[in-house]
């Protein structure tokens, strides 16, 4: 895989966490899809997880505020 595809897809997960986390919400099992990077293909991939209903609805929350701007 090319570097840049590594770096991008770790970067973009770091965005992304302190996105939610600027949101006062934490995704516990954010991280890079490890499985992502092995296949001929091997198309990096963020790996968003679990979570509990509470940060569900949070992040739905978050993410209608930000649709109504």
């Known amino acids: 895989m ?5 770096d991008e897809v770790h ?3 770091e965005l992304l966490r302190s996105a939610l986390r600027d949101n006062d919400i934490t995704l516990p099992s954010l991280g890079v899809d490890l499985p992502g990077f092995a296949g001929s293909y091997a198309l990096p991939l963020v ?3 679990n979570c509990n209903t509470e940060t569900a609805r949070r ?3 978050a993410l209608r505020k930000a649709a109504a701007r």
């Open 2 to 6: 090319p570097s840049h595809l590594h």
């Open 11 to 13: 970067d973009c997960t």
């Open 59 to 61: 992040l739905a929350e």
């Open 47 to 49: 790996a968003l997880g």
